[in-house]
């Protein structure tokens, strides 16, 4: 079965300094994977996916993705965060089938605060 | 940009009543879902649709709970009787195909509560 655990479920920086937010996924096949965010009162905006081409993916608002299958992680970085960064961001993984029918499936979510 | 939209943003409603959350997906979408996320838990799959029928649910999806696409740009989600544990943000999503790695597309959620 496919699952993702996100390991923090706060993670708080000063602007200007690198984020970190980690993902570990678990799944019986290439998974595809994504980072969705979520801002105060917004929908959830995708970041970046990754469906088994380059390993390092990049998104949107500066933001990369690296995919790494011997570790089974897909943590989400940036090198330098903005007040604007400020949200709940989501890793995801594509569910059974290999994500047909669009059955993902999310971690418990990375609430991110950045601070001035 | 295309987006997707809910309708209402907030409702709250007695338990034992009806509930209908309405959806305009992005126009060109052929596929459509509905997720929802308790309060303080995950998001999780309720359904999808193609095709005007289910292509697959989720346990959560039963009997209380049915989907609708009454013209060729609403997408509802109706709730039958509704129940305390119903409360959640309820996000409707579009996409274009339903391969793995295709971009599902999400509205704004509609945040239900029941009382």
């Known amino acids: 079965a496919q699952s993702v655990t996100q390991l923090d479920s706060h993670v708080s920086v000063s602007e200007g300094t690198p984020v970190l937010l980690r993902c570990n996924y678990s799944s019986s096949y290439s998974p595809s994977l994504f980072w969705y965010v979520q801002h105060p009162n917004k929908g959830l905006q995708l970041l970046l996916k990754y469906t088994s081409a380059a390993t390092l993916v990049k998104g949107i608002n500066g933001f990369e993705a690296e995919f790494k299958k011997s570790e089974t992680s897909f943590h989400l970085t940036k090198p330098s965060a903005h007040m604007s960064d400020a949200a709940e961001y989501f890793c995801v993984v594509s569910g059974p089938g290999g994500g047909s029918q669009g059955n993902l499936i999310f971690g418990k979510g990375t609430k991110l605060s950045v601070k001035p | 940009e295309p987006e997707v939209t809910q309708t209402p943003s907030h409702q709250v409603t007695q338990m034992g009543q009806e509930v209908i959350l309405r959806c305009v997906p992005i126009?060109?979408?052929?596929?459509f879902y509905w997720y929802r996320q308790i309060l303080g838990q995950k998001v999780e799959f309720l359904v999808s649709?193609?095709?005007?029928?289910?292509?697959?649910k989720s346990e959560i999806f039963d009997d209380q709970f049915s989907v609708e696409r009454p013209d060729g740009s609403n997408f509802t989600l109706k709730i039958r009787s509704t129940k305390l544990e119903d409360s959640a943000m309820y996000f409707c999503a579009s996409s274009v195909e339903r391969n793995s790695g295709n971009t599902i597309y999400f509205g704004e959620g509609s945040w239900l509560t029941v009382v």
């Open positions: 126009s060109n979408h052929l596929y």
């Open positions: 649709f193609y095709n005007n029928e289910i292509s697959e």
